[in-house]
């Protein structure tokens, strides 16, 4: 949020260096990003906490002038002379702006115009240069007359892009003033968090300023009763022009209208426009501009309706004064707003109505029948309060985001409603003239609740670690507008009713406390060691053993991936083939999905990895991914579905990476999947892992396993099945690649993984490797081989693996060679070549004993 310091001038007095009241704003919780100067001296020491950009005026070649003749250029069309008084001489100043053409040639103004100028000499910015380009004014001869000076555009002093005109100030400006003096500046960026939305105004900063440097806070007067006790011959009607009807107290608890009637629609004064700019709204007319400065200053969004427009309206009805209505739109219902855009409504948008129609958005903006139009005379003004839940989802479902929705989306008290019209008729009144009604019409049917919060010095103690008194915890209250009661030791406090963001109970606590820590100072609570007894350190077995799969998983050389856990049925029937048997389980649905694509909860985790992997595959040459995640089935015994655990695997392309040495980049295959799941498993301790056919549809057949760990199964995994490819968009470069996945049952891997395990000291003895090809039967598993040949060689067998298979017309027909290698390995003692072949006899005995398995010549 843009903040003019002058503008907080009219809130508090501000007599402490911008860079430290920038500080002080951010140590508790407002923070100032950035410090715009515009034309005040920058400090030289610079800002702990904001940075600081701008330009400095100077004070004696930057002043006010005034105008009294517009005459032509002698030898130009498009530039014109002006008659100049700087408050110490006359000048005649040359220049090209447009909105100086209208009284050219017209003689001595009747009424002389204000203008910035700029003597020579002077710095500004180059009014006609991209960014903010530095130039000096120097004497120059343009089209035969002499320029040494110049009236300035709002450009070149720094406080807006605008440059097609110059800077046209209000009658009230005296030449030879300082301009610094009469326009300058300072703009601070504050970030405004949701807990700090009652800050998203002037007042409300003004109010926090105000508590952090102890000053005193000006309340600036407001319209309504007032005005009319100072000028009774304003008073045209009294409360009777409108009647208010509210449909649904829960999204609009407080509603007011007030009226002024023979307004003149004209442009607001400079200063005001000025404000508005730098508070980085655009000035439109003194109406609108009345609306937007109100709910700039105290923070109620206000929205002017044309009094005239709503009474022709009910030309028709039975009603016979206006009738306004706040109701939630009715199926189908339209309403163009004032952007222009005719917007379809959904059922939870809250509409201003009269008997005839929709009026405005709640809220957000104002529909365009009955926009504010150079004719109006009558102003019909609105200010209310609405549901903040409500108000962002209609914003976020109309793609219409506003200052008014920014406020009201973050929650606006509906105390503010009243005060908001009233300032705002005061400032109408100011700008346009006109009669203003003494009443309001004013319906609040749910006033919030105000809670009250005990609080004492052993809870301030406790929380924040420091000492204050019941008095000074009052007090600091206090600054804060909190009505406040002491007994004994206890102060009872209620939250000003500008405030919503005080909650009961312990919450309510916890705000209070927040705010003594904020006025107090985060910078002046001490550190000291935690005083209460730390709680028991329970750990989280099935996390930390979650982590360590996907500690193993990325050693690896795999990616994690996070899915969307929302798809559609029809999204993951993909994973399996067109004429296979479908997931015939149902599926648990969303009442409110945020898109049609994510309509159920998944009942694959594999089918997400399946969906990245076909994106990604575009970008990347190599894929090996996984995610660890839940799937949801639906349950017979609740309403909330069952959430099953899963690991799912993806890999595909060359088994090297690139390197600038070479990779190996020939394509994995089925058994660089089995090895990583062994590896996966082996450094998980899990026990009596095999591996046997399946007969999972995902995968090729031939070309699929499952895994098991004794009798348990854990997941299946294989290549992917030819017709499963085919139902996604794989690119050309992964036509011969084979995909390789896995899916894997978390929960039981999981609860196989042991608390505890054996560790093997390091080996003294050095082993002996030796190679074994056995010709077996064709149909026999490998790993059913190497589980005899470690059965049969005991501890002595430290490792078997198998790194060849062969097929061929010298080992006969329905046979296969199986090559392990086998290492040997004693932990006391060195074994002989006799030892060696003692245990190698009896492993080929057993084997072709139990499996028929022959020792390949």
Excluded at 288 to 298: S, W
Excluded at 524 to 546: F, H, M, S, W
Excluded at 658 to 665: E, K, L, Y
Aim: glycine share 8%.
């Amino acid at each position: 949020m843009k903040v003019p310091i002058s503008w907080l001038k009219d809130f508090v007095d501000i007599d402490i260096p911008i860079p430290d009241l920038a500080h002080q704003m951010t140590m508790a919780g407002l923070e100032v990003e950035e410090v715009h100067f515009i034309g005040l001296p920058i400090p030289k020491e610079g800002s702990r906490d904001a940075s600081l950009i701008g330009i400095e005026w100077d004070r004696e070649k930057l002043v006010v002038a005034s105008i009294s003749e517009v005459m032509p250029h002698p030898n130009a069309d498009r530039l014109v002379l002006c008659k100049l008084f700087d408050g110490q001489q006359e000048h005649v100043v040359l220049t090209g702006a447009p909105n100086l053409f209208e009284f050219k040639g017209k003689g001595p103004l009747p009424i002389p115009l204000k203008v910035a100028y700029a003597k020579e000499g002077a710095q500004i910015y180059d009014g006609h240069a991209d960014g903010q380009v530095l130039v000096t004014l120097k004497r120059a001869k343009i089209r035969g007359v002499e320029s040494y000076s110049m009236v300035c555009s709002e450009k070149e002093l720094g406080i807006s892009e605008e440059h097609e005109g110059i800077i046209i100030l209000d009658e009230t400006a005296t030449a030879g003033t300082p301009l610094v003096d009469y326009l300058g500046d300072a703009v601070m960026e504050v970030s405004i968090l949701p807990s700090t939305a009652r800050c998203a105004n002037m007042l409300g900063l003004a109010r926090e300023i105000a508590a952090l440097t102890g000053k005193s806070l000006k309340q600036t007067a407001v319209s309504g009763q007032q005005l009319a006790k100072d000028h009774p011959e304003t008073i045209a009607d009294r409360g009777d022009f409108a009647e208010i009807e509210i449909t649904k107290p829960e999204l609009n608890p407080r509603f007011v209208l007030g009226l002024i009637r023979d307004i003149e629609i004209r442009p607001s004064p400079y200063k005001t426009q000025l404000r508005l700019k730098l508070a980085g709204m655009r000035p439109i007319n003194n109406i609108v501009d009345a609306t937007n400065y109100a709910m700039l200053e105290i923070g109620e969004p206000l929205h002017a309706f044309d009094y005239d427009v709503l009474v022709g309206r009910i030309a028709a009805s039975p009603y016979k004064k206006v009738h306004i209505i706040t109701r939630t739109a009715k199926p189908g219902e339209k309403l163009t707003t004032l952007d222009g855009v005719d917007r379809v409504l959904d059922e939870s948008t809250v509409l201003v109505c009269d008997s005839v129609g929709p009026l405005s958005i709640a809220g957000i903006m104002g529909g365009a029948e009955s926009e504010i139009s150079p004719n109006t005379k009558t102003i019909l003004l609105e200010g209310a309060a609405w549901n903040f839940i409500n108000i962002r989802k209609t914003a976020n479902a109309q793609n219409l985001p506003s200052e008014a929705s920014y406020r009201f989306s973050r929650g606006v008290h509906p105390a503010m409603a009243d005060r908001g019209v009233r300032r705002g008729l005061e400032l109408m009144h100011a700008w346009a003239d006109g009669n203003v009604a003494s009443g309001l019409v004013d319906v609040y049917p749910l006033p919030p609740a105000q809670p009250e919060i005990q609080v004492g010095p052993r809870d301030v103690k406790r929380w924040l670690g420091i000492d204050l008194s019941a008095e000074e915890i009052a007090e600091v209250l206090r600054r804060v507008e909190f009505k406040v009661q002491l007994s004994a030791d206890t102060v009872t406090a209620v939250a000003p009713d500008h405030r919503l963001d005080i909650g009961e109970g312990v919450t309510g606590k916890a705000d209070v406390i927040e705010e003594i820590a904020r006025i107090y100072g985060y910078d002046r609570i001490p550190e000291t060691r935690l005083a209460d007894r730390l709680p028991p350190q329970i750990g989280n077995p099935v996390l930390e053993k979650e982590e360590r799969v996907r500690d193993l998983l990325v050693v690896q050389g795999l990616q994690e991936i996070i899915s969307y856990r929302f798809t559609t049925p029809e999204r993951e029937a993909r994973r399996l083939p067109a004429d296979s048997t479908a997931d015939d389980k149902p599926y648990v649905r969303l009442a409110n999905p945020i898109s049609s694509d994510k309509a159920v909860m998944r009942h694959s985790v594999l089918a997400s990895v399946l969906e990245s992997a076909d994106h990604n595959a575009r970008l990347r040459e190599r894929l090996a991914l996984f995610e660890i995640g839940p799937i949801f089935l639906s349950s017979e015994q609740g309403d909330l579905p069952d959430e099953l655990q899963r690991l799912a695997i993806l890999l595909a392309g060359p088994r090297g990476l690139p390197a600038w040495q070479g990779a190996d980049n020939s394509r994995m295959d089925f058994y660089d999947l089995k090895g990583l799941l062994a590896s996966l498993l082996d450094g998980l301790h899990i026990p009596d892992i095999h591996y046997e056919p399946a007969t999972n549809p995902t995968f090729h057949p031939g070309k699929r396993a499952r895994i098991l760990s004794g009798d348990k199964q854990l997941g299946v995994f294989g290549e992917l099945h030819p017709q499963v490819r085919e139902r996604y968009d794989w690119p050309v470069s992964f036509a011969h690649t084979p995909i390789l996945a896995a899916d894997l049952d978390m929960d039981a891997i999981l609860a196989l993984v042991p608390s505890l395990y054996e560790v093997s000291s390091v080996p003294e003895f050095p082993p002996v490797l030796e190679d074994l090809a056995l010709v077996v039967d064709e149909n026999l598993p490998a790993e059913r081989v190497a589980d005899l040949i470690r059965q049969t060689g005991g501890k002595v067998v430290s490792a078997v693996r198998l790194f060849d298979v062969y097929r061929g017309e010298k080992i006969g027909s329905g046979k296969k060679s199986l090559a392990y290698s086998i290492t040997y390995q004693a932990a006391d003692k060195t074994l002989s070549d006799k030892d060696v072949a003692g245990i190698r006899t009896h492993i080929l005995r057993r084997l072709e004993h139990e499996l028929g398995a022959l020792l390949r010549s």
